[in-house]
């Protein structure tokens, strides 16, 4: 489709000038930009031999930061991508476009958030549930089936213990962590503050609109 298209461009008088492509955000394995570059490679071999040099390759954003996991450091997956660059076109590469976001901002940026209920739901219950004055709603939409795992810091110094943490709203949804193992504070108290680490990128962006009654997030920038 993408061949047919470029081809339609040079049929209409424009001048398309290369292929762009996302491997998906917070992409932890470098070796997905490989195989779509290797894709693109094939595509452009097809157009030059139709006369369409195309001068550029956009290879989007997907660079993780680190949130709960540690990862391979960024110069990792530059070395791999430009070694991929050149194995797929040779000599004469395109000239490389990057789209980074999250691994730009993320670690820029931290939610103050404040301890707003610690319950039990059962005398059995081993876990505490523990709500915060933000959830899915208010910020933290990525915690969605728990695929960003924000690192969370607490003040209090004492022993740790498992949690589910929520947000505030009513909404059944709006649970943040429950599969996903977190420990906090065994004396963690209602009005304690908590602050959500590496939150500068897809947060305050998210919260654009009030949900339930809360506000959107307030951001503020610090000069230290
Ligand atoms: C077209 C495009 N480029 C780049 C990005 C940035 O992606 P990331 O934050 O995963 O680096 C996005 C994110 O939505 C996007 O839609």
């Not at 949690?163 to 108290?189: F, H, N, Q, R, W």
């Amino acid at each position: 489709m993408a061949y047919e298209l470029l081809i339609k461009c040079c049929d209409l008088g424009l001048k398309p000038l290369g292929v762009a492509f996302h491997v998906g955000s917070q992409q932890t394995d470098p070796l997905q930009w490989v195989e779509f570059m290797q894709q693109a490679a094939e595509l452009y071999g097809h157009l030059r031999r139709q006369g369409l040099e195309l001068e550029w390759i956009n290879i989007g954003g997907g660079f993780p930061p680190t949130y709960q996991t540690t990862l391979r450091p960024f110069s990792h997956y530059a070395q791999t991508i430009q070694q991929a660059l050149q194995q797929s076109f040779g000599v004469t590469p395109p000239q490389l476009m990057i789209e980074p976001g999250r691994v730009l901002v993320a670690d820029a940026g931290v939610i103050q958030t404040e301890v707003i209920l610690v319950a039990h739901k059962s005398r059995e219950d081993v876990r505490r549930w523990v709500y915060l004055d933000i959830g899915k709603f208010g910020g933290l939409a990525e915690t969605m089936d728990e695929c960003i795992t924000y690192r969370l810091r607490t003040f209090r110094q004492g022993p740790t213990g498992p949690v589910i943490l929520a947000g505030p709203t009513c909404d059944s949804a709006d649970v943040l962590y429950e599969k996903t193992s977190y420990e906090l504070p065994m004396d963690l108290a209602i009005g304690d503050r908590i602050e959500v680490l590496s939150a500068g990128a897809y947060t305050s962006s998210y919260a654009s609109v009030g949900f339930n009654g809360f506000p959107p997030l307030r951001t503020t920038v610090s000069s230290g």
